[in-house]
């Protein structure tokens, strides 16, 4: 079954999404869109280092989107509003990664592939990584996941509730590093945050509870990646971007129905 | 032993000082109330008691197991994150359905449990947070400004509502506000900061202590030291009395 190179894209876009979606919901409560667009900039420079040093790609992107997301835990609160930090880490991030890829001239390398993924070449080895990956980011989540919220309502109750939410975030920004890693190379470094970002936000109007949220935005999420690499097949699109725009209708709909049920 | 001490605590933002020589104890079951005027340290008081701030100096004990049932001055709810009253006070996990049904009554809002938090009105979203803090069945409540964003006849009831649950639970309950008038009669002790203490006792030995009415006047700067309603000044009494009334203290407070 692994042989059929749709069935494995198709089981690589489900495990992001897995992973994505409850990982997606921090994201939109916490407001921290931008952190997985910078967390996922930086894995560029980390695809870059990889290919020069000759290691797996998966390894140097997780490095580097770990490094950078240590960086923003940490310069977070010193004087620059949060926007302004992320926009000048993601961004230098992404140039100093195209930079350093114009370096390698040795060997030629496809840079499309890594910004906006490379779904229909997934193998078995990278579809062990994406699940192995997914598994971490879906248990680690689950066992933070009273703490995470606590924290993610309000710091104060956490810290009265003997939770250190500082610590709770930087345990939701390992999660994202690892996600960042194993999505590259799905859907690429710049659409990411999409899949992070879509389901959950396209889940909010059909939840009532934050694991109503989560579970509904891992439906969608699903449903994207199966149906974007059918569009993907049958109009020869980019299976990446196609996923992302099927998640996209989803939210329009999901939107309206809402619009819908408050006008009655 | 005390439930909370607080010895020769001081707090620093940077270079600037919030807060120094900081000593306080609250006992088991009495009800302590921190007054003080604004930026007088009285939240970041409140804050290093729950440990979301370091001090620079000093320490906090907390007595061995003690629970803490902290009510925040204010808490958002981004739109964004669906979550009903019940899952809320679910939060700190393993709580069961009946144990949050007796913590709503016992906060005065047993109906709310199937509604989302973020349609609550102010009133009813305190008291979801005063039923979040009684879940855990705490040894001692913290409220910072939990009245903040409610008028009168709410807040005096708010504040009813804490004596109800002092009487029946026995918790301790240490607060911050800004309603002199209405909180300190309801005290067994008022702590006056203002940087650091400037004093303390039961409420009728702080409201006529000279730091005391330096800091808030004796009266005459209007409703904040109602505590007393002294009829040896001018002002609008109607307004007063009505706040004095709306807490069924006008026997004492005359």
């Known amino acids: ?264 | 032993m005390s439930l909370i001490r607080v010895e020769d605590l001081g707090i620093r933002y940077g270079a600037r000082s919030v807060l120094s020589h900081v000593s306080l104890s609250v006992e088991r079951g009495e009800i302590v109330t921190i007054v003080g005027p604004n930026g007088s340290g009285k939240t970041s008081l409140l804050r290093a008691i729950i440990g979301a701030v370091k001090p620079a100096t000093g320490r906090v004990l907390h007595a061995p197991g003690v629970r803490l049932g902290y009510v925040p001055q204010r808490l958002h709810v981004d739109p964004t994150l669906p979550i009903t009253v019940a899952r809320f006070l679910r939060l700190p996990g393993n709580i069961s359905p009946a144990a949050i049904a007796a913590a709503l009554t016992q906060a005065g809002v047993p109906d709310l449990g199937a509604a989302q938090m973020s349609q609550l009105s102010g009133g009813q979203f305190q008291r979801v947070l005063l039923a979040r803090a009684l879940v855990g069945k705490p040894d001692i409540l913290l409220l910072d400004e939990a009245t903040q964003g409610l008028d009168q006849p709410g807040s005096a009831a708010f504040y009813r509502q804490i004596e109800a649950v002092r009487r029946d639970t026995g918790c301790a309950v240490l607060m911050i506000s800004h309603e002199l008038h209405v909180v300190m009669s309801a005290s067994d002790r008022v702590i006056c900061l203002n940087g650091h203490v400037c004093c303390e006792g039961t409420p009728d030995i702080v409201a006529s202590a000279p730091e005391y009415r330096a800091l808030f006047g004796t009266g005459t700067g209007g409703a904040l030291a109602l505590y007393r309603h002294d009829h040896d000044h001018d002002h609008d009494h109607a307004h007063g009395q009505e706040q004095v009334h709306a807490v069924g203290q006008s026997e004492a407070a005359e």
């Open chain 1, 1 to 264: 079954m692994l042989d059929d190179f749709m069935v494995r894209a198709a089981l690589a876009g489900i495990g992001v999404a897995l992973a994505a979606a409850p990982l997606g919901c921090f994201v939109v409560w916490r407001r921290m869109a931008y952190f997985g667009d910078a967390t996922a900039h930086a894995a560029i420079l980390g695809v870059a280092l990889s290919l020069a040093l000759s290691m797996s790609i998966f390894a140097g992107a997780l490095v580097v989107a770990l490094l950078m997301a240590l960086i923003v835990n940490s310069l977070s609160g010193r004087g620059y509003a949060m926007d302004t930090l992320l926009g000048v880490l993601a961004h230098s991030a992404l140039a100093f990664g195209l930079v350093a890829v114009s370096f390698l001239s040795g060997i030629r390398i496809d840079l499309m592939a890594y910004l906006f993924g490379d779904i229909l070449a997934v193998s078995r080895l990278d579809l062990a990584m994406i699940w192995g990956g997914a598994a971490v980011v879906v248990a680690l989540i689950a066992w933070r996941w009273s703490a995470l919220l606590t924290a993610t309502l309000n710091e104060d109750l956490a810290y009265a509730s003997g939770i250190d939410p500082r610590r709770e975030q930087l345990g939701l920004t390992l999660a994202l590093a690892i996600t960042v890693a194993v999505a590259i190379k799905v859907v690429g470094v710049l659409l990411i945050a999409a899949m992070l970002i879509i389901p959950a936000a396209a889940a909010r109007p059909l939840a009532r509870t934050p694991e109503g949220m989560a579970a509904v935005a891992a439906m969608i999420g699903s449903i994207s990646a199966g149906i974007g690499l059918r569009a993907a097949y049958v109009f020869d699109t980019p299976a990446g971007p196609s996923i992302v725009c099927v998640a996209a209708l989803i939210f329009a709909m999901t939107s309206v129905m809402r619009g819908v049920r408050h006008v009655r």
